[in-house]
C-alpha cells in the first residue's frame, strides 16, 4: 500500500495530491481530516486519461 501525506502550504487550506495509477486502475480510499474540528472538508476527485 502506498501513502501520500498532503500538506497545504503557505497561507491557504487547499491541497492537491496526484497519484498515478497503474495500467490496471483500481480502487483508491481517501482519509480527510480538518485542522480545526469545526471546519468542513470536501474532496474532489478528477479521472484524467
Not at 5 to 20: D, F, M, P
Given at each position: 500500500m502506498t501513502s501520500f501525506?498532503?500538506?497545504?502550504?503557505?497561507?491557504?487550506?487547499?491541497?492537491?495530491?496526484?497519484?498515478?495509477a497503474g495500467p490496471a486502475g483500481g480502487t483508491?480510499?481517501?482519509?480527510?481530516?480538518?485542522?480545526?474540528?469545526?471546519?468542513?472538508?470536501?474532496?474532489?476527485?478528477?479521472?484524467?486519461?
Open positions: 501525506a498532503c500538506k497545504s502550504v503557505g497561507g491557504t487550506s487547499n491541497e492537491s495530491c496526484t497519484v498515478k483508491y480510499y481517501v482519509r480527510a481530516r480538518p485542522m480545526v474540528s469545526t471546519s468542513t472538508v470536501s474532496i474532489v476527485a478528477t479521472i484524467t486519461r
